[in-house]
């Protein structure tokens, strides 16, 4: 398809990927908690704690409505809610670990990469546009 829209085979990739990378935003924008970690980890670059303890934190940040379902109502249910959107925090470089229950629970410890570059090329954009035109004509 990319050849014959007159651009090189390795643009589609590109394109593919950039349209990834757009996806896993809208994610996290629509998710509560996504949203929440996000926040909690903008001036960290790690946190060690435990479950409980996290959750407290992100309920206080984001101060969730009864009836929003992207964000846990419990501490218990946190590690659910953090599964469903581990790959979208990975893209933009947040990960967590959540470790073996302990005397006082379960330890997770979040990191945040520094290194990510998110430039985009406008010929891969417009080649995005293109092949998106193109499936759905």
Do not use: C
């Not at 969730?64 to 419990?74: E, I, Q, R």
């Not at 073996?100 to 990469?113: N, T």
Request: charged share 25%.
């Amino acid at each position: 398809i990319t050849e014959a829209l007159g651009h090189k085979g390795d643009d589609f990739m590109k394109a593919y990927q950039q349209n990834v990378e757009r996806q896993n935003e809208e994610v996290i924008q629509y998710n509560t908690l996504a949203q929440t970690v996000v926040s909690f980890m903008n001036d960290k670059d790690t946190w060690n704690g435990m479950i409980k303890e996290v959750w407290e934190e992100l309920q206080a940040i984001a101060a969730p409505d009864k009836k929003v379902s992207t964000f846990p109502k419990t501490h218990r249910t946190l590690r659910k809610y953090l599964e469903k959107i581990k790959p979208n925090l990975m893209d933009i470089g947040i990960t967590y670990e959540i470790s073996g229950r302990s005397a006082s629970g379960y330890p997770i410890a979040f990191q945040k990469s520094t290194d990510l570059n998110s430039n985009e090329d406008e010929s891969v954009s417009s080649l995005s546009q293109q092949i998106i035109d193109f499936v759905m004509s």
